[in-house]
């Protein structure tokens, strides 16, 4: 069975930087895309905060864009967010999302149990 694992979490200072990493754990027929969401409160919508499909585009949420980069490392299935100039409002639950590519055809949708991102003085 395979897991999705999260770290890099934790607590920053508002202009202060983290680093997430996930990793594929165990066997997985082909990765279509890598990338991470977030819930920022209770009983809300996780909301796409960054993704990097197959072909290497990167799509970025409009209130990251400039301040993080995603990047993957396809032969350690890892997938990296490296978060910048955060900001009090960047806290939430940070989950790593990766869409499974079956045969070339069909998709799953994998998740992490997520890790908490803190930014606050």
């Known amino acids: 069975q395979v897991h999705l694992v999260e770290s890099g979490g934790g607590l920053a200072q508002p202009g202060g930087s983290l680093r997430l990493f996930c990793v594929v754990d165990?066997?997985?027929?082909?990765?279509?895309?890598m990338g991470w969401y977030r819930r920022q409160a209770p009983g809300a919508q996780r909301e796409l905060v960054a993704?990097?499909?197959?072909?290497?585009?990167?799509i970025y949420a409009d209130s990251v864009r400039g301040r993080f980069t995603i990047s993957s490392d396809n032969a350690k299935k890892t997938v990296y967010l490296e978060m910048n100039n955060l900001k009090p409002e960047d806290t939430g639950l940070y989950y790593c999302?990766?869409?499974?590519?079956?045969?070339?055809?069909?998709?799953?949708?994998?998740w992490g149990q997520g890790t908490q991102v803190t930014v606050s003085s």
């Open positions: 165990g066997f997985i027929w082909g990765i279509n895309a």
């Open positions: 999302h990766v869409v499974e590519l079956v045969l070339g055809i069909h998709t799953y949708d994998l």
């Open positions: 993704r990097l499909n197959r072909g290497g585009d990167a």
